[in-house]
């Protein structure tokens, strides 16, 4: 009786974590883009699958697998022996759906050994192991190599393709999460794929710089965020023991991110368009991603849900005193300023409706944001009653030390 692989062997997959989340995605753009610039007519017809036959694996135009893909972003060095067999026998089990020398590779941030039949991925040609943050300069390198564009176009080109694989991903997910889902995964991955010619679009479009589309810019804002959460924790680690995050802090970390992960473009836009209340998310430009997708923005979100309780699913809280949202409202400016700006982007601030606190890293608390309407000038009519959510719903700003005292008055 042939086996079968059911959606339940990826119950362990990388897109259980944001590490992986991320790691994987880069890795499969990756390799795409390099056999495309080995040989851009040979490869139009492949095809890229995304955590169907393994984190990901390429078809060729006949309709065989010619390489099967696992890939470890891990923060230890660890033995992959067991991983190693894992790959064999699929490899044995997908036989007859492989070419007859399909190959196994290994991506991995560590130097690590390899095993029987395992290629340890050629990252360069003296390297086989590869960070995220290297990786995605290894990307952006070799595209600039293909194409010659400029850098700000590259970016544009970076962000559409990780949108690519952000939606497959997300799409792969909400089918394979259900325990109830019998299909066999031959029949899944064929119906879940990306065509490399949909890459090759991409890579060789004429696209008009920092033009965004909305996806494409909501998931460019989302991958920058988790990346550079991804760096502040491995700069955490870099640390002495002692100055490192604890166990706790840690876990409320993951849990943000992987639920960041999880989160579709509609979901996302509603989320950043409360975390981040002085930014206007709908003028898309080059300095409105700039400000949104800032380091700062990131440090600030990433000390109030490591200082405070751990969210819930909605990335909320709800202590009694109103829904509150964490935000990257920073201690930079002065309060009153911050007033200021998040009263001019009342506009695009209807979110707030669902919420009666927000929680940042400011110098003091604010009662009520709509205090500050008469305080500041209104030459664009932004503040009178029925223009403004401030003008008749109550909206406060908290300290985080304010908010984990309970101090709310």
């Not at 952006?140 to 949108?163: G, W, Y």
């Not at 840690?250 to 992960?261: D, G, M, S, T």
């Not at 009153?336 to 110098?363: A, F, H, M, R, T």
């Amino acid at each position: 009786m042939e086996e079968k692989i059911t959606p339940r062997v990826l119950d362990n997959s990388a897109l259980g974590s944001w590490a992986g989340y991320v790691y994987q995605g880069l890795c499969g753009i990756y390799h795409c883009i390099r056999l495309i610039g080995e040989d851009r007519d040979k490869y139009v017809g492949y095809k890229l699958f995304l955590d169907s036959y393994e984190d990901f694996a390429i078809m060729n135009d006949a309709d065989k697998l010619v390489s099967l893909h696992q890939c470890k972003d891990e923060k230890m060095v660890k033995d992959y022996s067991t991983e190693y067999r894992k790959m064999r026998r699929k490899l044995k089990i997908l036989e007859k759906f492989c070419a007859d020398d399909c190959k196994l590779y290994f991506h991995t941030n560590k130097i690590v050994n390899s095993g029987e039949g395992i290629i340890l991925y050629p990252f360069t040609d003296n390297q086989v192991f590869c960070g995220p943050g290297y990786l995605l300069s290894l990307i952006k390198n070799t595209i600039f190599q293909i194409t010659k564009k400029e850098e700000a176009t590259i970016d544009m080109i970076v962000a559409k393709l990780v949108s690519l694989i952000d939606k497959k991903v997300l799409d792969i997910h909400q089918r394979y999460i259900s325990k109830s889902n019998r299909t066999t995964l031959k029949n899944i991955a064929k119906s879940e794929h990306i065509e490399f010619n949909d890459i090759i679009d991409i890579l060789f479009a004429e696209v008009e710089v920092f033009k965004y589309d909305r996806v494409n810019y909501i998931n460019h804002i989302k991958y920058k965020l988790l990346e550079d959460l991804n760096n502040i924790c491995e700069a955490d680690e870099r640390l002495d023991v002692e100055y490192q995050m604890d166990d706790d802090e840690k876990n409320k970390i993951l849990f943000f991110v992987n639920r960041i992960c999880a989160m579709n473009v509609e979901e996302m836009e509603r989320f950043l368009q409360r975390v981040h209340p002085t930014s206007n998310l709908f003028e898309r430009n080059v300095n409105t991603f700039s400000d949104i997708a800032s380091n700062d923005k990131a440090n600030c979100l990433f000390k109030v849900v490591t200082g405070l309780e751990l969210l819930k699913e909605d990335l909320s809280w709800d202590e009694g005193k109103g829904k509150e949202t964490p935000t990257s409202l920073s201690n930079q400016l002065k309060v009153p300023l911050l007033c200021k700006k998040i009263i001019d982007n009342s506009k695009n601030l209807d979110v707030l409706y669902e919420y009666d606190w927000l929680i940042g890293d400011v110098q003091h608390d604010v009662s009520n944001i709509g205090e500050y309407l008469k305080k500041f000038s209104d030459v664009n009519g932004i503040h009178e009653d029925g223009k403004s959510i401030f003008a008749t719903k109550k909206v406060g700003i908290l300290t985080i030390d304010s908010k984990k005292n309970g101090k709310y008055d």
